[in-house]
């Protein structure tokens, strides 16, 4: 199974979408290994967003991502970061297919509700940024054989 990080971005919880937001991946299949709100520290952000620094949206990306709570997750399952990916649909919202997350709440790219890590190394990567490995919780649910074959 594998792990990947993803994160309600700060308009998704000022326009109250968290629960259908985590409702999606419930009810798809995946597997809450670890959940909190937080505020994003401004130093988190930037290494977080590390690979866009010089890029134009870089300043505004990381005052967006600072600017309230955000819902941090992991998420675990079959191919879990492809998988919450195509959930989430592309960066661009009017770009999104309709039924992805960005394709049925988004609008700009600047504010595109939700963040998801785009390999698994990314993943890894991001996991260690904002969990701590006790955060993180293995645990067996009755219902994975009726999930997975
Ligand atoms: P992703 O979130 O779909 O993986 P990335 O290219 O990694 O997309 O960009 C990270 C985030 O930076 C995007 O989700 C979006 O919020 C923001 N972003 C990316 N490109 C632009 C842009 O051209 N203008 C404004 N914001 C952007």
Redesign the pocket.
């Known amino acids: 199974m594998e792990r990947t990080y993803v994160m309600v ?1 700060p308009d998704g919880v000022q326009r109250q979408l968290v629960g259908e937001i985590i409702s999606r991946f419930e009810r798809k299949g995946l597997k809450i290994a670890g959940l909190k709100l937080m505020q994003i520290p401004r130093s988190l952000a930037e290494e977080h ?1 590390g ?2 620094k010089g ?3 870089f300043a ?2 990381v005052d ?2 600072t600017s309230g709570p955000v819902v941090a997750m992991v998420l675990e399952g079959k191919d879990a970061v492809s998988t919450a ?1 195509e959930m ?1 649909g ?3 919202p009017l770009q999104a297919a309709p039924g992805t997350i960005r394709g049925t709440y988004g609008m ?5 509700v ?5 390999s698994p190394a990314s993943a890894e990567r991001e996991i260690n940024l904002f969990f701590r490995p006790e955060e993180l919780v293995s645990y067996d649910r009755s219902l994975d054989r009726w999930i997975y074959e």
């Open positions: 971005k967003y690979e866009h890029k134009s949206f505004p990306l967006y991502i990916r989430m592309a960066t661009n700009d790219i600047g504010r595109n939700i963040h998801g890590s785009d």
